[in-house]
């Protein structure tokens, strides 16, 4: 016997699916483009997740466009705190993150475990995330720099990201390493 889905866990399926025109069919057929859900992404239990937070998650362009041409909110936020944004900084999804940026999310907003984007692409090792961040103004705390720092001295990040930012001191970085970034465009 097939189970039934309600209509909000097939709006969540096709976000997954990235069919866009089956989300844009079922829309009709929810409370509003913000709807939320409980759902587990990386093995993590959230409660309050978004249609836009999960296309951000799997870094669907096109859906995430849509979501965000349609008046979802860039900064709706998950029972832990995690905004769109966040988990597209961690996935590496860099246009995603800009599209974020420029609909108005939260560049330095915190997970509830104080975790910033720019710090979930730095953990994540996202070097161009990590620039793309650096781009749109992310700033530093304790915790990025310090990372900052470590990846810049062996390489795979470059102290011209910072340009003249009051938070951060470009001496303390020497690169040790002779090598090619990661991620490195010529």
């Known amino acids: 016997m097939e189970k039934c889905l309600t209509d909000v866990q097939e709006w969540f399926s096709a976000i997954t699916k990235g069919k866009l025109s089956s989300i844009q069919k079922l829309l009709k057929n929810l409370e509003g483009i913000d709807v939320a859900e409980n759902y587990s992404i990386n093995d993590v239990e959230h409660n309050n997740v978004t249609g836009l937070i999960l296309a951000a998650h799997i870094g669907n362009k096109d859906v995430v466009r849509w979501f965000l041409t349609n008046k979802a909110d860039p900064n709706a936020s998950t029972n832990l ?17 800009d599209m974020l940026v420029t609909s108005g999310a939260d560049l330095e907003v915190r997970t509830q475990k ?7 692409a730095l953990f994540a090792h996202m070097w161009d995330t990590v620039r793309k961040l650096m781009q749109l103004g992310a700033s530093f705390d304790e915790r990025s720099e ?20 009051k938070n951060f001191p470009p001496e303390n970085i020497s ?9 490195e465009t010529s």
């Not at 310090?146 to 810049?152: E, K, N, T």
């Open 81 to 97: 705190g995690w905004r769109a944004i966040h988990f597209a900084a961690r996935r590496g999804h860099v246009a995603t993150v």
């Open 114 to 120: 104080n975790e910033t984007p720019l710090l979930l």
């Open 146 to 165: 310090a990372l900052f720092i470590q990846y810049a001295q062996k390489g795979y990040l470059s102290t011209e990201l910072i340009g003249k930012r």
């Open 175 to 183: 690169p040790k390493f002779d090598h090619k970034p990661f991620n």
